[in-house]
């Protein structure tokens, strides 16, 4: 079985990492979106005009009638989404997918019944494989299995996809008609924190722009990869801190943590990595969805007083310069904290097209 083009369904699709990641590989089309949080599906429209936009709660039988119906229209073979999941605990193991909580995931594969697609992908938390020993990854294969898929899963981890930052994510990969392996490895060397951003390295506190023009040069592979086609520089805005925050990471020298911070001045903060700053020569901590927060994790930039920007945040998702996000700062701190990398998307999309793709 080949398949010459994919055109997508993007449950759970936020601001649009999965679809624009995989449509870097040009025989994957994103043709219908779907998501209850309107502003990150401004910033999905914002950057990928010719979605359809469908907002609302896939659980509203209207809206859940309305995707079938447009994915019908516009010969949907592929989806991709990653339902949130907080039933799978130890807790939740009596009821299963059967869980209330994990209802959005019933959701997603009750449309993989009902829209049969050539193949699709599940993404989410890594410690869904292992929570409850396997147990809840065994309910899942079951129930793919059942729907009459192969199935393939493990962890990825992003920065063996040339992305500047150590985030893992359970993939699956299911299909209809063959077995397709998750991609394998393909960067000998890391992207770095530096190779990132060294380019922005001149903001401080408060200071930066919605829209700016670039002052320097890149300085590396990655920078030109992530500048190419983009006129202006976007998001490159620091939070502007208050006085006792810039006085802490006054006192923290380049690429070090709280631990040179006097004890009267640690505060509540439990964790090792609070008061941390990135390490120029190291890939980044996963980033979250408070990365502007100085005491929230290893957000600091790496000398600067100052946690990073959402440009130098998107960087290390690997979301280009093009990439531009929309919405309050709140909102946008989540729609990058809670994207897929699209580096990491390309290469699933890469690896199903090796498989199933019109090879000719």
């Not at 073979?77 to 193991?93: D, E, H, V």
């Not at 829209?115 to 494989?129: G, Q, S, T, W, Y």
């Not at 701190?333 to 580096?343: D, S, T, Y």
Request: aromatic share 10%; with cysteine.
């Amino acid at each position: 079985m080949k398949i010459e083009k994919f055109r997508i369904l993007d449950l759970f699709a936020g601001a649009g990492g999965f679809s624009y990641g995989i449509e870097k590989n040009e025989n994957f089309e994103t043709v219908v979106a779907v998501d209850f949080n309107k502003t990150a599906l401004n910033t999905f429209k914002h950057n990928m005009p010719n979605v359809y936009i469908i907002n609302g709660d896939i659980t509203n039988k209207e809206i859940k009638d309305e995707i079938v119906k447009t994915s019908f229209n516009f010969k949907v073979n592929m989806i991709i989404g990653g339902p949130p999941c907080q039933g799978f605990s130890l807790k939740g193991k009596k009821l299963g997918l059967d869980d209330p909580r994990n209802y959005l995931f019933n959701e997603y594969l009750n449309l993989v019944e009902i829209i049969k697609p050539d193949v699709f992908v599940i993404e989410n938390v890594k410690a869904l494989l292992s929570t409850s020993a396997g147990w809840f990854k065994d309910e899942i294969i079951k129930r793919v299995k059942k729907l009459g898929y192969f199935v393939e899963y493990g962890i990825l981890t992003a920065s063996d996809f040339g992305v500047p930052q150590s985030r893992q994510r359970a993939i699956f990969i299911c299909c209809k008609h063959s077995s397709i392996p998750l991609p394998i490895k393909k960067c000998e060397n890391n992207v770095t924190v530096k190779n990132a951003i060294f380019d922005l390295a001149y903001l401080n506190s408060g200071e930066g722009a919605f829209e700016q023009e670039y002052i320097t040069e890149s300085s590396s592979e990655y920078q030109k990869l992530m500048r190419q086609g983009s006129l202006k520089l976007y998001n490159h805005q620091a939070s502007r801190h208050a006085d006792i925050a810039i006085k802490k990471l006054e006192m923290i020298p380049p690429e070090c943590g709280k631990e040179h911070l006097p004890e009267e001045m640690l505060g509540k903060q439990q964790f090792s990595g609070t008061w941390g700053r990135l390490k120029w020569d190291y890939v980044s901590p996963t980033i979250d969805t408070r990365f502007d927060a100085c005491s929230n994790g290893t957000n600091n930039h790496p000398f600067l007083n100052r946690s990073i920007t959402p440009r130098e945040a998107a960087r290390l998702q690997s979301f280009d310069d093009k990439f531009i996000f929309v919405g309050p700062k709140v909102q946008i701190r989540q729609q990058i904290g809670n994207a897929v990398p699209p580096l990491m998307a390309k290469a699933i999309a890469d690896k199903i097209y090796e498989v199933l793709g019109d090879n000719k």
